[in-house]
């Protein structure tokens, strides 16, 4: 079953220095942190501030093809999570046939934001990605869990890329 989420912040890792998408659930209850490279996390905090490139960048350009070919970005969905990787389907429709392309989550959610595309994750990976915030590194993984469920829009912001 797919779990519809919305993309709630972007952020650096304090620790790793990393940057991180945020997803949350629609309803409020489940939040995803997922770890993206710096590249990726620019495309998406382009989009997210609404600031326009003097030349397309990868994401913009992929829009504007679909856009040309006449076929529309229907959803993504984060599929699974194994040995620590997320994957990510970016679903098509071109005159009605659909389209399934394998992708990385970042890209996959740089692209929803681009084409106002609906978000989300299988409830498999949010189960495992909790399981494993159990399990592995528990201390680190369990402060983490709690500092990101407790976050606002104040601290969305102190973290901004």
């Not at 620790?15 to 945020?22: A, G, K, Q």
Request: charged content about 30%; glycine content about 4%; overall charge negative.
């Amino acid at each position: 079953m797919e779990v519809e989420m919305k993309i709630r912040g972007l952020m650096m890792d304090p620790v790793t220095n990393m940057p991180i998408v945020i997803l949350r659930d629609v309803s409020g209850n489940s939040v995803l942190p997922i770890w993206v490279g710096v590249y990726e996390a620019n495309a998406i905090a382009l989009e997210i501030e609404k600031v326009s490139t003097p030349r397309p960048m990868t994401h913009d350009l992929i829009k504007s093809l679909l856009l040309g070919l006449n076929t529309a970005m229907r959803k993504v969905v984060v599929s699974e999570l194994k040995d620590d990787t997320f994957y990510a389907v970016i679903w098509l429709d071109r005159d009605g046939e659909i389209i399934s392309v394998d992708s990385r989550p970042s890209d996959a959610l740089a692209l929803a934001l681009r084409l106002d595309c609906p978000i989300y994750v299988e409830e498999t990976v949010l189960k495992s990605s909790s399981k494993a915030a159990n399990t592995s590194d528990k201390d680190n993984k369990e402060e983490l869990k709690r500092w990101l469920d407790g976050l606002n829009d104040e601290d969305l912001g102190r973290y901004k890329m």
